[in-house]
């Protein structure tokens, strides 16, 4: 089933949340002169407008981007690459997260994106030409298996699945102990919803399980929409990088922050 098209979606609260959680760590991985590997499970098509009808139907962002960002400070790697974006693509655009590893990463470091979904993969190989970069039309734990441990072993998997498919909470405790065997160094990253019907619970029972060091991070809000399911969004690291938990803190208060 591939029915799911985040450009609907792009720039909502959860977004915010992922996106600049992601930012901050690639921006702190970048700090040191080693070369890393940024891999993606779940691409999708790396950028969005959000003056488009499909965003304008939803009018996802006005309750995310569009209210948050300037609760960021300038400086912050979310806001830098949220200017570089609009700077390249115009002042609606809004970069998905292979875009913004793209726009964080250097010449020595290397990228590796999947999207099964074949228009997204389409749309990705289009957003993404001109970048140095490996993009495949695969499952992407099937991919992340093939490479783990990647070349260079330092670095980060983010793994955003759209949970269309139930049995994804299921099987993603599993494809993340595989994939920690192969590669124990690597930061492993999971976006999940916090929906209505408390379907993560599960998922991270055995998540904080099989990684009892791991880091779990949730922001809640309200409904963007009148009857819609999602509550708030969470993200589970397995080998949090230094300074993390400080930077979701201040993340967590982006969100709580009134107006």
């Given amino acids: 089933m591939l029915s799911y098209q985040h450009h609907y979606h792009a720039g909502n609260p959860a977004d915010v949340h992922k996106h600049a959680a992601l930012a901050w760590v690639l921006s702190y991985l970048c700090q040191k002169p080693k070369p890393l590997s940024y891999i993606e499970t779940h691409a999708g098509r790396g950028l969005y407008d959000l003056g488009d009808a499909a965003a304008l139907k939803t009018g996802e962002a006005a309750q995310g981007v569009k209210r948050l960002e300037a609760r960021f400070a300038a400086d912050h790697p979310y806001r830098r690459c949220l200017t570089q974006t609009r700077a390249a693509h115009g002042a609606t655009a809004y970069p998905g997260s292979p875009l913004m590893a793209a ?5 020595v ?4 994106l999947a999207e099964l979904h074949p228009g997204e993969h389409a749309h990705l190989r289009r957003n993404l030409a001109g970048y140095d970069v490996s993009i495949r039309q695969q499952d992407g734990f099937e991919m992340a298996q093939e490479i783990c441990p ?7 998997l ?6 269309e498919v139930k049995t994804e909470y299921d099987s993603i405790p ?5 994939i920690a065997r192969k590669w124990n160094v ?5 976006w999940y919803p916090i929906l ?11 998540l904080g399980a099989a990684f009892p060091e791991g880091l779990r991070h949730e922001v809640r809000f309200p409904p963007v929409r009148a009857g819609h399911r999602m ?9 949090p990088p230094y300074g993390l938990e400080g930077e979701l803190a201040r993340i967590t208060e982006v969100f709580a922050a009134r107006g």
């Fill in 103 to 107: 726009l964080s990463l250097r010449s």
């Fill in 109 to 112: 470091d290397r990228l590796h």
């Fill in 174 to 178: 599993r494809h993340f102990a595989q």
């Fill in 196 to 206: 209505t019907s408390g379907a993560h619970e599960g998922m991270l029972t055995h």
């Fill in 231 to 239: 509550l708030g969004s969470g993200l589970f690291v397995v080998n």
């Fill in 186 to 190: 690597g930061i492993l990253m999971l």
């Fill in 150 to 156: 990647p070349t260079p072993r330092r670095g980060l």
């Fill in 158 to 163: 983010l793994a955003d699945p759209s949970y």
